[in-house]
């Protein structure tokens, strides 16, 4: 049984990433067309590294503060950052992108660490499962009909009627329960973390995720508008919300049964696979396989990777690992946008392949040891 405050919260993260994502893949294209393609990819740097950089200092904010309340506060700068857009001042984007990424920050920790102080373990797959429906559902339903709307208006117009979606998910999010952390932890945690080997070896599986994200909201929508038009970015570009819509929710419970450790070794299987084909992508049947593999790759990573989470941590470190697996996705995405900025060729598949294949090297000493086992050397973070 899905706990209310679970079915709440998706449905707030719904309204709130049907905006944002359906905002966000067509941001870099729409640059790219007023012959500004450098700033979309500098708005979404920006974004991703406020989102790093303030992961681990929210947490001791968030844990004093309330989750919900800093989820309630977070969502808000969604709104305004897409209302930017319809502006179009240079300077009052890249400001509201700042705020932006510290309110992800407060919104994706918030959230993190509430889902699983309210699941039970024998179900953090289920429950990250179903958020992660929701969350695919807003966003293919942002991605497919911010394209339409484009058509019909502009990207400014279409900007200012999703820009009042992040309200109505506030809105839902006003109406959850809070939850009371009784040992908040103090900013001194940051550096037991950095600090040790283990968990920096595990959240590379965060890092990773989250490049490939960064090729798919900067890199891709360039390389499918060349290779097969604009108007195939909203349809390829919605496999990465279509696929996980249809089977997180099955992967996530899957994993409560089968492990968490199978899981993620298939996702770094597929996701291998997906950009070998990418390489190969001026082919419009090589493309359009390696973005569904890579979707179906991703689809997989989405519900496990918090479960895993949930698994390895306690009441006392959940917020620490929390900041620190937001810390790397942030810098993942960061890390593919700013090499998508300098090469803009295919040679990117390669270079995330490489990262890729390092990541899992490290990861493989992890994945053979017993959960038990790492929860306890995570202990002390």
């Not at 695919?136 to 484009?150: C, D, E, K």
């Given at each position: ?45 920006i ?34 950052f ?19 990424g510290?309110?992800a ?28 429906l ?21 990207f400014?117009?279409?900007s ?8 109505l ?6 109406r ?75 992967w996530?419970?899957?994993?409560d ?44 990573i ?27 996705s ?13 090469l ?38």
């Open positions: 049984m899905i706990n209310k405050n679970v079915k709440i919260l998706s449905l707030a993260f719904l309204f709130i990433f049907l905006a944002y994502d359906g905002v966000q893949q067509y941001t870099t294209a729409f640059f790219s067309d007023l012959g500004m393609v450098e700033m979309g990819f500098r708005v979404l740097l974004v991703y590294l406020f989102f790093a950089f303030f992961s681990p200092l929210v947490v001791p904010l968030a844990s004093r503060f309330g989750l919900k309340r800093a989820m309630v506060f977070g969502s808000f700068f969604y709104a305004l897409i209302f930017s857009l319809v502006f179009g001042q240079e300077l009052l984007i890249y400001f509201s992108a700042s705020l932006l510290i309110a920050a407060l919104l994706w920790v918030g959230q993190q660490s509430y889902l699983i102080r309210l699941s039970d373990k024998r179900f953090y797959g289920k429950n990250s499962g179903f958020l992660t929701f969350f695919h559902l807003g966003a293919t339903i942002g991605v497919l009909s911010f394209g339409v709307l484009t058509k019909f208006f502009n400014e117009g279409a200012l009627l999703f820009g009042f979606f992040p309200l998910g506030m809105f839902f999010l006003l959850i329960d809070e939850v009371k952390i009784l040992n908040p932890p103090s900013f001194g945690f940051f550096k037991k973390i950095i600090t040790n080997i283990q968990a920096l070896r595990i959240f590379s599986i965060w890092f990773v995720s989250m490049f490939v994200l960064g090729l798919i909201i900067g890199f891709l929508p360039l390389e499918i508008k060349e290779v097969l038009g604009t108007p195939h970015i909203g349809v390829l570009g919605s496999l990465f919300f279509v696929i996980p819509l249809i089977l997180s929710y099955f996530g419970n899957l994993s049964k089968i492990g968490r450790n199978p899981m993620i070794f298939i996702f770094y299987i597929l996701a291998g696979f997906s950009l070998i084909l990418l390489f190969f992508s001026r082919q419009p049947l090589f493309l359009i396989s390696g973005v569904f593999i890579l979707a179906l790759s991703y689809s997989i989405r519900p496990v990777a918090p479960a895993f989470l949930g698994d390895i941590s306690t009441k006392d470190n959940l917020e620490s690992l929390t900041a620190l697996s937001f810390m790397a942030s810098s993942g995405v960061l890390s593919s946008l700013f090499i998508s900025l300098i803009q060729t295919k040679m990117i598949y390669l270079v995330s392949l490489g990262i890729l294949f390092t990541s899992l090297l490290i990861l493989i000493p992890v994945l053979k040891s017993d959960i038990n086992h790492i929860r306890k050397n995570l202990e002390d973070v």
